[in-house]
């Protein structure tokens, strides 16, 4: 089965500063790639995902890249600010029939230091 | 607009007690729901998902059970709790296999 790996598991950045997030998969079938945002007892929010047809995905301040040959996808935070402080986990699907699930990473705590 | 609802938010039960969890979406029509499990601070467990009315996939054995009565419910349940059960549950739905939503949550204390 699909396997995700997330790296690194903390992290810390200056507020304005710039954040990147790495995970790698193992499904060379996997096509669909989401980003969640977990604040402190919160649920997880969708923040962005990327399809398997495109390289690059943006919206406004977060962006995610995705490189197929090497089966792995990161997520970039730019400017940074003190609400961007959470946990991210990213997930991979492989379109498959009677896969319907989500492989989730085992998450970053990004903590943005004002 | 689609919407999910679960229920309790917060429940604290003894060891050995029963538990029933349940989970709803509004304006859409045979999604895909699922079932999670959070330990404090860890990442999200998949428990159950479902492809339809009485369709359960299981993920991992233990002493929790799921059903699906109607189209858009999604139930979790145990005939005891065991301290190990403590956790934040998490349903979420998705209409196609592309995005996947979160309902609020039910925080569960065992003591």
């Known amino acids: 089965g699909e396997n995700v790996e997330q790296h690194p598991s903390t992290l810390s950045v200056q507020e304005g500063d710039s954040a990147v997030i790495k995970c790698t998969y193992s499904d060379s079938a996997s096509n669909y790639f989401p980003w969640y945002k977990q604040e402190l007892g919160k649920r997880p929010q969708l923040i962005i995902d990327?399809?398997?047809?495109?390289g690059e995905k943006k919206d406004q301040r977060i962006a995610v890249t995705l490189n197929k040959t090497a089966k792995h996808f990161s997520l970039h935070i730019t400017e940074t600010q003190p609400e961007d402080s959470a946990v991210y986990f990213c997930?991979?699907?492989?379109?498959?029939?009677?896969?319907?699930?989500?492989?989730f990473g085992t998450g970053t705590r990004l903590t943005i230091i004002p | 607009s689609q919407t999910i609802h679960q229920w309790p938010a917060t429940l604290v039960q003894p060891v050995g007690s029963p538990l029933s969890l349940e989970c709803t979406v509004e304006?859409?029509?045979?999604?895909?729901l699922y079932w999670y499990r959070q330990a404090a601070g860890r990442g999200l467990q998949l428990l159950f998902y479902?492809?339809?009315?009485?369709?359960i996939s299981s993920e991992v054995p233990q002493n929790l059970s799921a059903s699906r009565p109607q189209d858009r419910q999604f139930i979790l349940s145990s005939k005891k709790l065991l301290l190990s059960d403590s956790g934040f549950y998490l349903c979420?739905?998705?209409?196609?296999?592309?995005?996947?939503?979160f309902g609020p949550g039910t925080r569960l204390t065992v003591t």
């Open positions: 479902s492809v339809g009315i009485g369709q």
């Open positions: 990327i399809r398997s047809n495109v």
């Open positions: 304006g859409t029509s045979n999604p895909n």
């Open positions: 979420a739905w998705s209409e196609h296999v592309y995005e996947q939503y």
């Open positions: 997930a991979a699907r492989a379109s498959r029939l009677g896969n319907e699930k989500l492989t």
